[in-house]
C-alpha cells in the first residue's frame, strides 16, 4: 500500500467515517505477528473493538477527544485496552503472495499512530 494511501485512510478516521482507500482492504487471519514494541501487548484484531454496522459489516470506531486524548468506542463496554491494531492489505493480496500488506496501531490514549510492515 502506498503512504499516500494510508495518510488518507488516517486523515478519513480523524474526519469522521473512514472507509478503505480504494484498493485496500483488511487482512483477516486466524493469526497475527505481534505489532513492535512499545506496542507488543496490543492484540491485533481485538474482537471487542468490532460492532456490527448499520449495513451490516463489521466496523470499529476511534474517539479523538478535545482534550488531545484518544480512546475506542467499544460496543460491549468495558475497560479501555492500549490500543487498537489491524491489518490492511493491497487488492493484489487476492491475486497471491505479491500483496503488500501493512500493519497499523493506534495507541490509547496518546493517540500515536504507528505503522509497520506485515508479512503475512
Not at 500500500?1 to 486523515?11: I, P
Request: hydrophobic share 40%; with cysteine; aromatic share 10%.
Amino acid at each position: 500500500m502506498e503512504l499516500g494511501r494510508l495518510h488518507d485512510l488516517l486523515r478519513a478516521l480523524l474526519a469522521g467515517t473512514g472507509v478503505d482507500p480504494r484498493g485496500a482492504r483488511l487482512y483477516k487471519a486466524s493469526s497475527y505477528q505481534t505489532p513492535p514494541s512499545p506496542f507488543d501487548k496490543v492484540k491485533v484484531f481485538d474482537s471487542s473493538f468490532y460492532g456490527t454496522c448499520a449495513n451490516g459489516a463489521s466496523c470499529f470506531a476511534v474517539r479523538f477527544l478535545t482534550n488531545g486524548n484518544v480512546r475506542a468506542e467499544l460496543p460491549g463496554g468495558g475497560a479501555q485496552p492500549t490500543g487498537l491494531a489491524f491489518v490492511l492489505a493491497s487488492d493484489a493480496e487476492l491475486e497471491g503472495a505479491g500483496g503488500d500488506h501493512r500493519g497499523i496501531v493506534i495507541g490509547f490514549p496518546s493517540g500515536i499512530v504507528k505503522t509497520w510492515p506485515y508479512a503475512p
